[in-house]
């Protein structure tokens, strides 16, 4: 069975970057995303990526947060700037088996947290 395996998240102050890494183990999925959620509130998408290219951000996170595939590692990775004690919260990696809008296969997630 396919896994997704998260990891790089940690404990940052405002302003500073992480890079947080999903492994995609046993397979491999055209259609992957990024989801963060704050305690209390629901799952939000940060960004997906469909192949190689054709990157999509959400706009609370536009300028901020990059994101990119790498098929030969089998890796989808998010880079992201300038953080905010917002922006704390559980950060799952999530494939979109069928690339038709619906993540339907999460990984742990990882922990970050943004102090003031």
């Known amino acids: 069975q396919v896994q997704l395996v998260e990891s790089g998240g940690g404990s940052v102050q405002t302003g500073q970057s992480l890079r947080l890494s999903c492994l995609i183990v046993g397979g491999a999925y055209r259609c992957m995303g990024w989801y963060h959620q704050a305690p209390g509130n629901e799952r939000e998408r940060v960004a997906s990526?469909?192949?190689?290219?054709?990157?999509e951000v959400a706009d609370s996170f536009k300028d901020r947060i990059t994101i990119s595939k790498d098929a030969a590692r089998h890796t989808v990775d998010l880079q992201m700037d300038n953080l905010k004690p917002e922006d704390s919260g559980m950060y799952y990696c999530?494939?979109?088996?069928?690339?038709?809008?619906?993540?339907?296969?999460w990984g742990q997630g990882t922990p970050v947290t943004v102090s003031s």
């Open positions: 999530a494939a979109d088996t069928r690339c038709n809008g619906r993540f339907d296969r």
């Open positions: 990526i469909a192949g190689l290219s054709y990157p």
